[in-house]
């Protein structure tokens, strides 16, 4: 699937399909595992993307930083997914969770709890997004008493 998004972009550099290959091309190394690859693919398609289109690359930018356990840069990222969203509101939601995430990597439990709270106030107790946030919150606030249920999931 690469190797004929490549041939598309190399033959049709500025058709629109080609556009989209690029991204497509990201999103299958992410999925494939090769994070550095897929930031490096998808960090220029940030330029041209709009709406949706420009937070779900972003959210994978995000998400690959983090999966390379180079917390800092995705911290950065999902900041800037959160500040600068352009899609629909489970953009926001997957930058909050994120940050939580990278917090709870960091041991930074009442960060995390901060995060997972703002997901509980914006989305709602019962909202997928918002009970998990919640169940999670639950959790690092029993291991910050000392009484550990599990620690959260990092995925």
């Known amino acids: 699937a690469i190797a004929y998004a490549r041939r598309l972009v190399e033959e049709f550099p500025r058709d629109s399909r080609a556009t989209r290959a690029r991204v497509d091309i990201g999103l299958i190394?992410?999925?494939?595992?090769?994070?550095?690859?897929?930031v490096q693919e998808l960090s220029p398609q940030l330029k041209?993307?709009?709406?949706d289109d420009?937070?779900?690359i972003q959210y994978h930018i995000a998400e690959s930083y983090?999966?390379?356990n180079d917390l800092d840069s995705a911290q950065r990222e999902f900041l800037r997914l959160r500040y600068e969203n352009?899609?629909?509101?489970?953009w926001l939601a997957n930058a909050l969770e994120g940050l939580a995430k990278c917090y709870i990597a960091q041991n930074r439990y009442p960060e995390a709890i901060k995060e997972l709270e703002d997901i509980v106030r914006r989305f709602g107790p019962s909202s997928?997004?918002?009970f998990q946030a919640g169940e999670t919150a639950r959790r690092l606030r029993d291991l910050q008493a000392g009484t550990p249920r599990g620690r959260p999931d990092q995925r």
């Open 66 to 68: 983090r999966l390379m």
């Open 54 to 56: 420009w937070s779900m």
């Open 128 to 130: 997928a997004f918002g």
């Open 48 to 51: 041209t993307a709009k709406g």
């Open 86 to 90: 352009k899609g629909i509101a489970d």
């Open 29 to 38: 190394q992410f999925d494939n595992r090769d994070y550095q690859a897929a």
